[in-house]
T-cell receptor, first 115, second 114 residues
Framework: GAGVSQSPSNKVTEKGKDVELRCDPISGHTALYWYRQSLGQGLEFLIYFQGNSAPDKSGLPSDRFSAERTGGSVSTLTIQRTQQEDSAVYLC?????????????FGEGSRLTVL | AQKVTQAQTEISVVEKEDVTLDCVYETRDTTYYLFWYKQPPSGELVFLIRRNSFDEQNEISGRYSWNFQKSTSSFNFTITASQVVDSAVYFCALKRGANSKLTFGKGITLSVRP
């Protein structure tokens, strides 16, 4: 597709389970971002990948959160032992331009509900 | 460190009024990029504008205009003759330069009443 694709669009899980969220960026985009948006809140930065550089993980809220980007394309955000406070919309974005300085294109998000 | 402050949290106007959304940023970098995004009730983030730190020219796009002032570290957004479809949350964001994350402000909820 032409845009950023995220799956699943909705995920309901029980507290303590692990979840994986997937992001397929726009082809050729070197930068990939994950953000979290809780109900009625702003965008909380989680992690940033740029080309082959080491990712900026400074926004990950705990060691239960991790992310990978394989082959410079698809990324997976993993949340282990989910907690109710993890409930949010997880947004992925990608960008091009030198060092990823172009506009960010966002996916529609993955809505996570932890019961 | 970099920071984006959107002091206004909610603004309500009547259709056809002009409205200005404020954005103040903090960064020690000389090269940086500023963005505005719109998030309508549907939830999808829509890109509005990107401006680099070396270009202080104001920009107008239809009813939208942006005023970038490095002297006051501000990048304000004005909607002229607002319409109901402008109702959304508007985010200002800052990127330090290449190979860095994008930091968002907390957003301003704009409601335009008919």
């Amino acid at each position: 597709g032409a845009g950023v694709s995220q799956s699943p669009s909705n995920k309901v899980t029980e507290k303590g389970k692990d979840v994986e969220l997937r992001c397929d960026p726009i082809s050729g985009h070197t930068a990939l971002y994950w953000y979290r948006q809780s109900l009625g809140q702003g965008l909380e930065f989680l992690i940033y990948f740029q080309g082959n550089s080491a990712p900026d993980k400074s926004g990950l809220p705990s060691d239960r959160f991790s992310a990978e980007r394989t082959g410079g394309s698809v990324s997976t955000l993993t949340i282990q032992r989910t907690q109710q406070e993890d409930s949010a919309v997880y947004l992925c974005a990608s960008s091009s331009g030198q060092g990823g300085t172009g506009e960010l294109f966002f996916g529609e998000g993955s809505r996570l509900t932890v019961l | 460190a970099q920071k984006v402050t959107q002091a206004q949290t909610e603004i309500s106007v009547v259709e056809k009024e002009d409205v200005t959304l404020d954005c103040v940023y903090e960064t020690r970098d000389t090269t940086y990029y500023l963005f505005w995004y719109k998030q309508p009730p549907s939830g999808e983030l829509v890109f509005l504008i990107r401006r680099n730190s070396f270009d202080e020219q104001n920009e107008i796009s239809g009813r939208y205009s942006w005023n970038f002032q490095k002297s006051t570290s501000s990048f304000n957004f004005t909607i002229t003759a607002s319409q109901v479809v402008d109702s959304a949350v508007y985010f200002c964001a800052l990127k330090r330069g290449a190979n860095s994350k994008l930091t968002f402000g907390k957003g301003i909820t704009l409601s335009v009443r008919p």
